[in-house]
Structures are given as structure tokens and as C-alpha cells.
């Protein structure tokens, strides 16, 4: 099972960015779908984006469409989340996830980091 890490969380205004890393030990994210998520009213862990192993397939929620972008660096077994014009709606703890397919269903992921705080103040 892949071991996963995320950072780059902080405290920034409204407007602001952030980027935050999402890095893979024990075993590589080939073959892996990668997906960030954070709590939500009534859900233990809302979608934002997620990225196919090769890079080329993303998904992203609604909600941060045309703000946020997720990318990979095979080579450093890691995965991107740059979050742009950031709202305080944003504020949450951000968890990464591997599974096996491309989905949004927080339950068919496998393997999960600690989570990174990200705060917008307003």
C-alpha cells in the first residue's frame, strides 16, 4: 500500500494562493488514481480534483473549477494542488487519496495522508 504525505497547507487571505504536495512513498503512483479532498457539511470528506496516473485525466468539483488545478511529477512520486483566488469557504483540512479507479466516492480510496490545514481569512 502506498503511503502518502501531503504539506504546503498555511494561512493566507482572500484572493490568495497556495500549492499543496501530495507525496507517495513504499510504492509509486503509477497505476493509481490521486484525489484531494476536504470535510463538508454532512459529508466526512468532499471531492475536490483528482488525476489519473498518466497525468492526462483530471476531474474537479464544481465548486473550485477554473481556481484550482492538479498536476503530477511521476519523477517525485508526487501529486500538485494549486489553489488560486482562494475563499474562506476554502478554509478546511485538505486530505490526499490513492485508489484504484477514477471516482469521487471517498470510500474507494485506499490509502490517505494526514491532512494539511488551509485557512483563508476574509
Known amino acids: 500500500q502506498v503511503q502518502l504525505v501531503e504539506s504546503g497547507g498555511g494561512l493566507v487571505q482572500a484572493g490568495g494562493s497556495l500549492r499543496l504536495s501530495c507525496a507517495a512513498s513504499g510504492r509509486t503512483f503509477s497505476n493509481y488514481y490521486v484525489g484531494w479532498f476536504r470535510p463538508a457539511p454532512g459529508k466526512e470528506r468532499e471531492y475536490v480534483a483528482g488525476i489519473n496516473w498518466r ?5 474537479y468539483a464544481d465548486s473550485v473549477k477554473e481556481r484550482f488545478t492538479i498536476s503530477r511529477d511521476s519523477a517525485k ?14 478554509t478546511a483540512v485538505y486530505y490526499c487519496g490513492a485508489g484504484a479507479i477514477r471516482t469521487a466516492d471517498p470510500r474507494l480510496y485506499g490509502s490517505w495522508g494526514q491532512g494539511t490545514q488551509v485557512t483563508v481569512s476574509s
Open 55 to 59: 497525468g492526462r485525466n483530471t476531474l
Open 77 to 90: 512520486n508526487t501529486v500538485y494542488l494549486q489553489m488560486n483566488s482562494l475563499k474562506p469557504e476554502d
